[in-house]
């Protein structure tokens, strides 16, 4: 018999890409109120040089079956430490990207106290919700025991513009 254990860092197992017993049910969560600036070095516009937002992250969380105490998906009074995750990476920092040529310098403002850095692999939004997902969803699969996964992550940087991450089906 083979032992077909989980490989987090991929999503799949050694049959392939990772199934999960489909979301039943399913609750979205706003998470607001985080300025930050970043920039998008390699951008042949504006976009290379700093500027901020108040980023909001709209997330969504599912399972196949509901707590049994309480009938939720999820206590949004438990979500504490996901607002936390969230402020330390977004709250008041400037983002760049992990090959920004100039990242020697943001590191020299840091140094300094002018800065609160983090270095991401990509700075925009796009980078941003992914990030959002993988941590989040591996915090609420830890706090449920598998039952909760995170479906998809809105990421705004303004009101006229988001993206949209989903996770592995």
């Known amino acids: 018999m083979t032992d077909h254990a ?3 860092d991929t999503g799949s197992d050694d049959l392939g890409p990772l199934h999960h017993p ?3 049910f399913s609750v979205t969560k706003l998470f607001d109120d985080l300025p930050c600036t970043h920039r998008s070095w390699a951008h042949y516009g504006k976009c290379a040089f700093l500027h901020g937002y108040e980023r909001s992250f709209e997330i969504e969380f599912g399972c196949g079956e509901l707590e049994p105490k309480t009938g939720f998906v999820v206590d949004f009074g ?3 430490e996901v607002r936390a995750l969230l402020q330390e990476q977004f709250d008041h920092t400037t983002l760049i990207a992990v090959d920004d040529p100039h990242r020697e310098l943001f590191e020299e403002l840091r140094r300094a106290g002018v800065i609160d850095l983090r270095i991401m692999d990509h700075t925009g939004m796009e980078g941003a919700a992914e990030w959002v997902h993988e941590r989040v969803d591996r915090l609420v699969r830890e706090r449920t025991s598998g ?3 995170v479906l998809r992550v809105v990421a705004r940087e303004s009101r006229k513009n988001a993206v949209v991450f989903r996770g592995p089906m």
């Open 22 to 24: 489909p979301a039943r």
């Open 6 to 8: 989980v490989r987090p």
């Open 78 to 80: 438990d979500l504490k």
């Open 147 to 149: 039952r909760v996964r």
